[in-house]
């Protein structure tokens, strides 16, 4: 069974730091573009970051280009979400998705979320000080 599985959210300061994770089962990373998205409140879901299943190119959307860095360990199935400089518009539920059915590229699938056929349960990120 395919499982995403988020954590690591909570609350930080403005230009703080959090670390989030996504281990993946069910399925083997290395084979799959994978990303992270975010929702805010009365907020549309954006694409955040997305990594190629690869040679692990990289996408970011450009309010966090800089500040956040996506990496992959295969061998642990697991996908990070290294977020410095926090501000408070980063406050939102991030979630972990994948692209199983190979049909679209790792940015492709960064800009249209819906491209993404299998998600995480999320978790919350609090930018407050």
């Known amino acids: 069974q395919l499982q995403l599985v988020e954590s690591g959210g909570g609350l930080a300061q403005p230009g703080g730091s959090l670390r989030l994770s996504c281990a993946v089962s069910?399925?083997?990373?290395?084979?799959?573009?994978i990303g992270w998205f975010r929702q805010a409140p009365g907020k549309e879901r954006e694409g955040v970051s997305c990594?190629?299943?690869?040679?692990?190119?990289?996408y970011y959307v450009g309010s966090v280009q800089g500040r956040f860095t996506i990496s992959r360990d295969n061998a642990k199935n697991t996908v990070y979400l290294q977020m410095n400089g926090l501000k408070p518009e980063d406050t939102a539920i991030y979630y972990c998705?994948?692209?199983?059915?190979?049909?679209?590229?790792?940015?492709?699938?960064?800009?249209?979320?819906?491209?993404?056929?299998?998600w995480g349960q999320g978790t919350q990120v609090t930018v407050s000080s």
């Open positions: 998705a994948a692209d199983t059915v190979g049909l679209t590229t790792f940015q492709h699938m960064c800009i249209v979320p819906d491209l993404a056929d299998y």
């Open positions: 990594i190629s299943s690869s040679d692990e190119r990289t």
């Open positions: 069910g399925f083997t990373l290395d084979y799959f573009a």
